[in-house]
């Protein structure tokens, strides 16, 4: 908002003590509805943006409001743990001034809803590719279930080149293990646990892999894979539910490094076609990643908001 000429002010939501109660999708959704609310309260200005359709959920906006989010409730909150947010989101979303969905699936699950709709992408930065490739592959497994770390290490066990490494971020040895034996799946050879990383170490594997590695059950928008598109590592991925934005990039790019399904078979085939482009192929892969990923970079990003965001929510420039 800043860079494209209005004036903002971020407000904190502080949750304090009550935060130790989320422990259920219907209690942290209220909770966090409700922090948002207080903090909220006093606020003046021309427009208000929630920066979550949680944090729109309870409030009792006095004037006009837009939201940016990643995903919907009637989406990624099913089942009776999902009940009230999902009651609660329809008319919330159809009383904004403007919708911002941040990828095309958000954008998608929203259309029809009655008020405009903006896609506001989350920018992605450019990073530059090592000038050797000396990680075989790369993969993000923080919450091993969601992001399918068994069906990850069956798929590579299968597919792996000989003397093949992964390197797996966001959780570590003792923690990825305990899952792996809770599934059945052993550790498979080439495994590395690299545990939590400080954000610009993990981007240095991304640059030096020669493939990015995705199992997830369900993505949002998904940053870790855009991140590896950026660095011009090709993105080999299950079709993850949700508005996982790099899957119909992905599919663009190279659809054979998408798996047909959500199963070790599939990735496995998928992880073979990765491997199998070769220096020239990976080269050429980035040189169309990086077109394709034009829209999401700051500058572009800064003219969505300029010409169609500040408008819409009856905001001028500074």
Same mark, same amino acid.
């Given at each position: 908002?800043?860079?494209?000429?209005?004036?903002?002010?971020?407000?904190? $939501?502080?949750?304090?003590?009550?935060?130790?109660?989320?422990?259920?999708?219907?209690?942290?959704?209220?909770?966090?509805?409700?922090?948002?609310?207080?903090?909220?309260?006093?606020?003046?200005?021309?427009?208000?943006?929630?920066?979550?359709?949680?944090?729109?959920?309870?409030?009792?906006?006095?004037?006009?409001?837009? =939201?940016?989010?990643?995903?919907?409730?009637?989406?990624?909150?099913?089942?009776?743990?999902?009940?009230?947010?999902?009651?609660?989101?329809?008319?919330?979303?159809?009383?904004?001034?403007?919708?911002?969905?941040?990828?095309?699936?958000?954008?998608?699950?929203?259309?029809?809803?009655?008020?405009?709709?903006?896609?506001?992408?989350?920018?992605?930065?450019?990073?530059?590719?090592?000038?050797?490739?000396?990680?075989?592959?790369?993969?993000?497994?923080?919450?091993?279930?969601?992001?399918?770390?068994?069906?990850?290490?069956?798929?590579?066990?299968?597919?792996?080149?000989?003397?093949?490494?992964? $390197?797996?971020?966001?959780?570590?040895?003792?923690?990825?293990?305990?899952?792996?034996?809770?599934?059945?799946?052993?550790?498979?050879?080439?495994?590395?646990?690299?545990?939590?990383?400080?954000?610009?170490?993990?981007?240095?594997?991304?640059?030096?892999?020669?493939?990015?590695?995705?199992?997830?059950?369900?993505?949002?928008?998904? =940053?870790?894979?855009?991140?590896?598109?950026?660095?011009?590592?090709?993105?080999?991925?299950?079709?993850?539910?949700?508005?996982?934005?790099?899957?119909?990039?992905?599919?663009?790019?190279?659809?054979?490094?998408?798996?047909?399904?959500?199963?070790?078979?599939?990735?496995?085939?998928?992880?073979?076609?990765?491997?199998?482009?070769?220096?020239?192929?990976?080269?050429?892969?980035?040189?169309?990643?990086?077109?394709?990923?034009?829209?999401?970079?700051?500058?572009?990003?800064?003219?969505?908001?300029?010409?169609?965001?500040?408008?819409?929510?009856? $905001?001028?420039?500074?």
């Amino acid at each position: 908002m800043r860079g494209a000429g209005a004036t903002c002010d971020v407000v904190p $939501v502080r949750i304090g003590a009550s935060g130790r109660l989320r422990r259920h999708p219907a209690a942290t959704d209220l909770i966090e509805a409700l922090a948002a609310r207080r903090s909220a309260r006093g606020v003046e200005a021309r427009a208000v943006v929630y920066s979550t359709i949680t944090a729109a959920l309870l409030q009792r906006s006095p004037g006009p409001y837009g =939201i940016r989010f990643d995903a919907v409730a009637a989406l990624n909150r099913p089942g009776a743990g999902g009940a009230w947010q999902r009651r609660r989101e329809r008319p919330v979303l159809e009383g904004a001034v403007l919708l911002m969905p941040v990828s095309r699936g958000a954008a998608e699950a929203v259309d029809g809803a009655g008020p405009p709709s903006v896609r506001v992408p989350i920018p992605i930065e450019e990073i530059e590719p090592a000038r050797e490739r000396d990680v075989d592959a790369v993969a993000y497994a923080g919450y091993p279930r969601k992001r399918g770390l068994e069906l990850l290490c069956a798929a590579w066990a299968a597919a792996a080149p000989a003397g093949g490494r992964l $390197v797996v971020g966001g959780v570590d040895g003792e923690r990825g293990l305990r899952w792996l034996r809770r599934t059945g799946v052993p550790e498979p050879a080439g495994l590395t646990w690299a545990g939590e990383l400080p954000h610009d170490r993990w981007l240095d594997l991304v640059r030096r892999a020669r493939l990015y590695l995705n199992a997830s059950r369900w993505e949002d928008f998904g =940053i870790a894979p855009m991140e590896a598109l950026a660095a011009g590592t090709p993105v080999v991925t299950v079709p993850t539910p949700g508005s996982f934005e790099a899957l119909p990039l992905a599919r663009e790019l190279a659809p054979e490094l998408v798996a047909e399904d959500l199963s070790a078979g599939s990735l496995a085939t998928a992880i073979r076609a990765g491997f199998a482009l070769g220096d020239a192929g990976r080269d050429r892969y980035r040189a169309r990643a990086l077109e394709l990923l034009a829209p999401y970079r700051e500058p572009a990003v800064q003219r969505v908001v300029a010409q169609q965001v500040l408008p819409a929510l009856g $905001v001028g420039r500074a």
